[in-house]
């Protein structure tokens, strides 16, 4: 199992820097009134297809020979990895293809197949999109690009922090959401190598609390199709982000989905900037842990902002 | 009446920048595909406040002399201008009593009261809010911001044209929303100094077109109580806000409840920032008069981001 280095980060941001935005950093003076850190915003949610996931993708699919790209890339997942897989394989004029379960939202559906890349639908278990997705890369021979537990990816995640770090400054903590752990892995692998006092916090919604669990048992613990607003966190770690979770993790913040909703309406309506339930769960850890904050220097992962405005948290509550 | 001059704006941008953000101009590949105009949003959505009006409220609250000072402030509205100065008068340590009609937002109030201003409630007519301010300014001798027309004002909105000319660049045309004129009047007061071959285009909702009924017939047409959901945009036109846009607005652009709408929607989908109705007329205009601004290097100006997140335009149409 190859483990990717801090050189692989430095390579894959050379690599991406063409086909993503550099994402600016916000502050806010209401978060920090409320929580008596100095939070430093990292905007993913303003990046190339809405979601940082297109730093690992753009790293996989621009990292390619010629002879192997020609074949094409395919993935798994119900959304920003298939957005952004597809976005960077459009860039690069090769095929995308992607299982996305049957009952992932069509606007995602569209979304990928606007940017050129084939929706396969299976039913929503783990184990029919893993054999759609081995039969799709047994027949066209494309490069299966893994959301996280994919050394390419990790490298790609890690330029996010890279960024973070070179424009905020000295960070006492960075603080962002996990799911699979591909940006906490990345977040680890940069911020271990440029300033190793920096605490990474991962904050993980309660109900799928399976990092949480897993830290505790030391050994990965998957979850049973766990039920969170914060669809991007419901999948679990594999061999590769679990090696980096379990070796720079200072610890991992649970929050409920009341926190997160109201974590979320509170960055829409104070900061005026649109981000999804997954990264809400980031900002609800840290309102909920102000303690463990106050008076330090804070790196926050807006992961994204890819959010059907149709169907938002509070509207459900009204 | 005094008719400000470009050294009023830039006397009120020394007086007002420790008191507002410097917001930034923000790119969309999206909006510039859409349009065949390469665009830039000046974010007014993310200043104090949450609003454009800070910068006009902030300069007549400190530049009044310390005598005058400190008997306070006071206007009316219903919006944005209420809660701009009650933070400018706040933050000088001055009172602020605003009258708002009963049926304006409690949420808006509340804003106002967080403050620290006073919140006085009036019937919902110009008449009745005209009486009670009069009464409050005999009452008190607080100093009388009007939300538009009033010199200090229109040179505190040009101050927003200033920046955005410094940090895009030659614009060939401008777009604001109008509703009185305030920051049409200052944009034209600072294009017309710094840039006068710049084209400065108003956008109006077609359900409040009283400024473009005004330049076809050549004086000041009232509306009857409009009806739109850029409820920042039903007041009308007084003699100071006229001058100028009589003298220099190039044109009236009308857009639909629906266009307005739909470009909220898109801003929100694509950009990720969280823009009020009022705000979309701009961009709505844009996206339906695309002929008009194809090739050109266009300003817009994105006025402010205090919406209701619980009442948005397309959850009625759902």
Chains 1, 2 share one sequence.
């Not at 008596?36 to 915003?41: H, P």
């Not at 020609?70 to 119900?78: E, N």
């Not at 109201?262 to 649109?274: D, G, S, T």
């Not at 999804?276 to 807006?302: C, Q, T, W, Y």
Request: hydrophobic share 40%; charged share 25%; glycine share 8%.
């Amino acid at each position: 199992m190859y483990i990717p280095t801090f050189d692989d980060v430095r390579d894959a941001h050379e690599r991406v820097k063409p086909w993503i935005h550099r994402t600016p950093v916000l502050t806010s003076t209401y978060f920090d009134t409320q929580t008596g850190a100095e939070l430093f915003f990292k905007c993913e949610n303003f990046q190339k297809a809405g979601a940082f996931k297109v730093r690992g993708a753009s790293n996989a699919v621009f990292g390619l020979s010629k002879d192997k790209a020609k074949y094409g890339v395919a993935s798994h997942s119900s959304g920003n990895h298939a957005l952004s897989l597809s976005y960077a394989a459009g860039r690069r004029g090769i095929q995308a293809t992607v299982v996305m379960p049957r009952t992932a939202p069509d606007a995602k559906k569209d979304a990928v197949r606007g940017y050129g890349g084939i929706v396969l639908e299976c039913e929503p278990s783990t184990a029919a999109r893993e054999a759609m997705l081995e039969e799709v890369v047994d027949e066209t021979g494309a490069d299966f690009v893994h959301p996280y537990n994919d050394h390419r990816v990790i490298a790609g995640q890690g330029t996010c922090s890279l960024e973070l770090h070179e424009d905020a400054g000295p960070l006492d903590a960075v603080v962002a959401p996990i799911g699979g752990g591909g940006m906490i892995s990345g977040t680890c692998l940069t911020m271990s190598n440029l300033s190793p006092q920096t605490k990474i916090y991962a904050a993980e919604p309660k109900n799928a609390d399976d990092v949480y669990r897993s830290v505790r048992e030391g050994r990965i613990i998957e979850d049973d199709a766990p039920q969170t607003i914060a669809d991007g966190l419901k999948v679990s770690m594999r061999p590769r982000t679990w090696h980096f979770v379990s070796k720079y993790v200072a610890d991992v913040l649970l929050v409920t989905e009341e926190e997160i909703a109201e974590a979320m309406y509170l960055v829409w309506q104070r900061m005026k900037i649109v981000i999804e339930p997954s990264s809400a769960v980031a900002i609800a850890a840290i309102l909920k842990n102000h303690d463990l904050f106050a008076g330090k220097r804070v790196g926050v992962i807006v992961t994204g902002g890819n959010v059907d405005l149709a169907k938002l948290p509070w509207m459900k509550a009204a």
